[in-house]
């Protein structure tokens, strides 16, 4: 039977999630916390989804994005209610299933190549979080990953200025990428499956424009056995191809950079990180060659 209770949920209590399932209707079905942090709740109640945050309008980029693929076909969750007073909230429908991976049956791993396809199809420039040019926010971010790769002792192991080296490198190339809307963080578990094919995409909050090629270097962060199967649906053509061969390496050290720092600093998923740190080290080691390796400073 469903709780209307508050759920004890020690690291935010800023939001009673049954309570508001329940004011929009929504009054049956398990009650299971997905995420509980201290700026952050999100729990499953019956079949929708209520995601809570303290502060005002925390959800207005989600509910963008998720109303620009809502109206480009992508499937993705209904919205039933929002609220931008704080706490604000979202109530979305629960889309059932797994997430997307290597072990998914092939044709889910080709509806979500089809799928980033289609997004990719949709126009976005910039800014570029607030930079003019996509160049320039690359620029930013790394260098943000590297000032901090430097501060906390690690770049004994991934040689900063090598790094930088190789982006000076791939800039003309990455200068002429043409951007399009990405999702930018659509992990695979972002991608559920049901009954061996795509039911639906969820989380789309970070989407903004970029680099096609960024969605598919996520891919293979996270999951480096799905890029094949995700290919296939997406049907790249021999250009995208290789561009894709020139750029996917970088984008997967900035995107494993990017985990370990958060990780590391959220005191998350710590083994994860150390993973990530070794594929990050063998990766400067091909693309910057051994010698960046040596010595311990920058």
């Given amino acids: 039977m469903p709780s209307t209770l508050p759920i004890p ?20 079905g398990p009650v299971e916390v997905l995420v509980s942090r201290a700026d952050r709740l999100v729990v499953r109640v019956g079949e929708v989804v209520v995601k809570a945050d303290p502060r005002p309008a925390a959800f207005a980029t989600e509910l963008t994005a998720n109303s620009r693929l809502a109206a480009a076909g992508i499937p993705v969750q209904r919205v039933y209610a929002a609220s931008a007073t704080a706490p604000s909230y979202l109530v979305l429908s629960w889309i059932a299933g797994t997430a997307l991976s290597a072990t998914s049956p092939p044709a889910a791993q080709r509806d979500a190549g089809a799928l980033l396809r289609r997004l990719h199809s ?15 926010y690359l620029a930013e971010w790394l260098d ?4 901090w790769w430097t501060s906390s002792g690690r770049d004994r192991a991934v040689r900063a200025p090598a790094v930088r080296d190789w ?38 909050a970070d989407a903004a424009p970029g680099d096609p090629l960024m969605d598919l270097a996520v891919m293979e962060t996270n999951d480096p056995g799905l890029l094949a199967g995700v290919l296939a649906g997406y049907d790249p053509d021999r250009t995208e191809r290789r561009a894709l061969a020139e750029v996917l390496p970088f ?22 990180a150390r993973r990530f740190q070794a594929q990050v080290d063998a990766e400067v080691i091909r693309s910057c060659g051994a010698a960046s390796m040596v010595g311990g400073g920058p």
């Fill in 9 to 28: 949920v020690d690291d935010a209590p800023f939001a009673d999630p049954v309570r508001i399932a329940a004011v929009h209707g929504f009054l049956d």
């Fill in 122 to 136: 949709l126009p976005a420039g910039p800014p570029f979080r607030s930079h003019p040019t996509y160049l320039g």
């Fill in 144 to 147: 943000e990953e590297l000032t």
């Fill in 167 to 204: 982006f000076r490198r791939l800039g003309p190339v990455l200068a002429e990428r043409q951007t399009t809307l990405t999702l930018l963080d659509g992990r695979p578990e972002h991608f559920i499956v049901s009954g061996g094919r795509l039911a639906g995409l969820i989380d789309p």
């Fill in 251 to 272: 984008y997967t050290l900035l995107r494993r950079l990017t985990s370990i720092r958060w990780n590391t600093e959220n005191n998350a998923d710590l083994a994860l």
